[in-house]
């Protein structure tokens, strides 16, 4: 069984950063990062696949977050934050497939809050 373990969370100004970790994800081989902001449904951010290749789905996040991975752990670099990127963050990992569904994500972190205010 898979556990991931979201942390890097926090209060951080407009304009700031913040990077996300989601650690035990291993070489599995997708990794996603979805979002659930307060009365919204959960929204996919990004996925890589253990090659590397990377799949962004919303475009209000281009240009401003990244993900990346490592052996062990996935990122999130989130940069330019808007008081409207605050949500609870969340990682999600499949063995076959790298998606943006979150129907199809089979292993889940808790989550970590992201708050965005001056």
């Known amino acids: 069984q898979l556990q991931l373990v979201e942390s890097g969370g926090g209060l951080v100004q407009p304009g700031g950063s913040l990077t996300l970790s989601c650690a035990g994800s291993?070489?599995?081989?997708?990794v996603a990062w979805f979002r659930q902001a307060p009365g919204k449904k959960r929204e996919a951010l990004a996925c890589?696949?253990?090659?590397?290749?990377t799949i962004y789905y919303s475009d209000s996040i281009r240009g401003r977050f990244t993900i990346s991975r490592d052996k062990s752990t996935t990122y999130l670099s989130l940069t330019g934050l808007k008081p409207e990127d605050t949500a609870v963050y969340y990682c999600?990992?499949?063995?076959?497939?790298?998606?943006?569904?979150?129907?199809?994500?089979?292993?889940w972190g808790q989550g970590t809050q992201v708050t965005v205010s001056s």
């Open positions: 291993m070489d599995i081989y997708g």
């Open positions: 890589i696949r253990n090659n590397g290749r």
């Open positions: 999600a990992a499949n063995r076959v497939v790298c998606a943006g569904d979150e129907d199809v994500m089979t292993y």
